[in-house]
């Protein structure tokens, strides 16, 4: 297993402990746990009846950690893939970090074919029935745990 793999599988069993603390807790198998490693195809949807949580992992570090509901899955499926397409994403985050510029086939004109073709992503889905308090919560945890380079 590699080692952004195993990161986000002992996040999860630790956030287990903390919804139990918090008083909404959730099982592993209530977690469905997606790899895609380097080069990836971006999602085509959120399936129905879920939320997300995204994080994208490259060169040792996870870049960009967040979190989508039913009613937000543009931002699990496109945005961040898309400079233009919102205030905040990662292809914009990007675009604008010099250190990226030394990043072999990286064109800041272009983040989204790199970010496919370089990143790993993991995608956590979780029934939508469950609270979006308890989704944010997760989002909170990972921000905190994984340390992303781009936050927000």
Known sequence: ???????IEDAL???????QLAGEPVRRDELELEFLPAPHRQPSSLPHGKMAIYA???????????KA???????????HYNQNSSNSN???????????EN??????????DWIRKSTCRANILISAQKSKELLALLEAFLHV???PRYEG
């Open 1 to 7: 297993m590699n080692d952004w793999r195993r990161e």
């Open 13 to 19: 069993s630790a956030f287990i402990t903390v919804s």
């Open 56 to 66: 994208f992992w490259w060169n040792g570090e996870w870049l960009k950690i967040g």
């Open 69 to 79: 509901g039913p009613k937000t899955a543009a931002r699990y499926v496109s945005q």
């Open 90 to 100: 990662l292809a914009k985050s990007l675009a604008h970090d010099l250190q990226m």
């Open 103 to 112: 990043a072999i086939g990286f064109d800041r004109n272009y983040p989204g």
């Open 145 to 147: 745990r994984l340390k």
